[in-house]
C-alpha cells in the first residue's frame, strides 16, 4: 500500500485538560519528559511566582533539567538530585540530553485526594526531602507523574512537590460535589462492567447525530486495539508508540489489518462516558470519531490501578 494513500491520524489524549484551567488557578499543561539547561543563574521556585515565600534556591547556569510540564510561564522540573520544583522558561534551552536521577514514571495527569489528616507535601520522593508544607485531608491534587512510590502533584494553589502515594486516593473527575470530600479509590474488581458495545453505540449515536454512516468493529483491529490495551497497561505507558509493537500502524500492519486511512485515539479515565466526552471536547480526537473516511473501528478496553481504564479506539477507512 502506498504511503501517500495513507491519511494519518494520532493524536495523544491529555485528560482534563479545560479543568485545569478552571478548578486551578493557573494555566497547567503536560507532556512526555523532555531535557534541558539553565542557560544563567536561575531561582528555583515551588510555586509560579516570583514571591520570596516561593524561592527554594538558586540553579547555576548549564544545569541539567528534565521538564516534565508547564504552569503560566514556569517549567515543571525534576533535577538531577531528584528534587522536583520549578523554573522560569525565560531562563531554560532544550537540548535533549538526558539528565541523571531516578525514573521519572509519565501518566496522563489525574486527579486524587489526599486519605489522612497532615499530608506532608515534599520537595523530592523521600522524607530525606524538604518539607514544602502539610495538607488536610481531602486535598486536591493534580497528579503529573511519579518517582519510585511518590507521586509528583500540583495542589490548588498551584505549589509543585511531592507526596507518598499511600497518603492519597484516586478522585473521579467527573464528580461536582466538593472537592474537599473525601473519596476512595476504586479496586479493579469493584469497578463498573463495561464493554465495547456500550463505546460503539455511544460513536455510533454521535456519528448519527451528525448524518454519518455507523462504524462496525472490524475483528482482528479489535484484538489489535485490545492486545494495545492491555500493553498499555502492563507495562505502564501512555503513548501512541508501544515499546513493545511500535506504532499504533506498525501493530495493524503486522497483524494483517487492511486499510487505506487510519487513526487512533487513546484515554485513561475512571468512567467511560467522561472518556468519551474528553475525545468530542478536542477538535482533533472528534475528528476521528467523525471522519467519513472511516468504516470500522476496534475498541479497547483494560481496567487500570492508575487511571480506571485504558480504552484505546482504533479506526480504519477501506
Known amino acids: 500500500m502506498s504511503i501517500r494513500k495513507l491519511k494519518i491520524i494520532i493524536i495523544t489524549t491529555v485528560l482534563l485538560l479545560i479543568a485545569f484551567s478552571t478548578i486551578f488557578a493557573a494555566t497547567i499543561t503536560h507532556f512526555a519528559p523532555e531535557y534541558a539547561k539553565t542557560t544563567a543563574n536561575v531561582n528555583f521556585r515551588s510555586s509560579p511566582t516570583t514571591d520570596y515565600s516561593s ?34 522558561k525565560n531562563y531554560v534551552d532544550i537540548t535533549g540530553e538526558k539528565t541523571q536521577g531516578l525514573v521519572y514514571t509519565d501518566y496522563s495527569p489525574f486527579y486524587v ?43 490548588e494553589n498551584n505549589t509543585v512537590g511531592m507526596v507518598r502515594d499511600d497518603l492519597v486516593d484516586f478522585y473521579d473527575n467527573t464528580n461536582t460535589n466538593n472537592s474537599n470530600e473525601k473519596t476512595e479509590s476504586i479496586p479493579n474488581d469493584t469497578k463498573p462492567i463495561v464493554d465495547e458495545n456500550y463505546i460503539l453505540e455511544r460513536i455510533n449515536a454521535i456519528r448519527s447525530e451528525n448524518g454519518l454512516p455507523l462504524l462496525s468493529i472490524d475483528s482482528l483491529l479489535d484484538s489489535v486495539a485490545n492486545t494495545k490495551a492491555k500493553d498499555m497497561v502492563e ?71 492508575v487511571y480506571g481504564y485504558i480504552i484505546v479506539l482504533m479506526f480504519i477507512g477501506r
Open 55 to 88: 524561592y527554594i534556591k538558586t540553579l547555576n547556569a548549564n544545569t541539567p533539567l528534565k521538564l516534565v510540564g508547564t504552569i503560566d510561564n514556569f517549567y515543571i522540573v525534576q533535577l538531577e538530585s531528584n528534587e522536583v520544583g520549578l523554573v522560569s
Open 235 to 305: 507495562n505502564n505507558y501512555f503513548s501512541h508508540n508501544s515499546p513493545t509493537y511500535g506504532t499504533p500502524f506498525e501493530m495493524m500492519q503486522n497483524a494483517g489489518v487492511r486499510y487505506v486511512n487510519a487513526g487512533e485515539n487513546i484515554a485513561g479515565n475512571s468512567n467511560i462516558d467522561a472518556a468519551i466526552d474528553s475525545f468530542l471536547n478536542s477538535d482533533a480526537h472528534k475528528q476521528n470519531i467523525l471522519s467519513n473516511a472511516y468504516n470500522y473501528i476496534g475498541i479497547g478496553i483494560e481496567p487500570s490501578n
Open 113 to 155: 485526594v489526599t486519605n489522612t489528616e497532615n499530608v506532608i507535601l515534599r520537595g523530592g520522593p523521600s522524607t530525606s526531602f524538604r518539607r514544602i508544607t502539610t495538607l488536610p485531608i481531602g486535598e486536591k491534587l493534580l497528579v503529573q507523574g511519579k518517582i519510585e512510590n511518590f507521586y509528583l502533584v500540583v495542589t
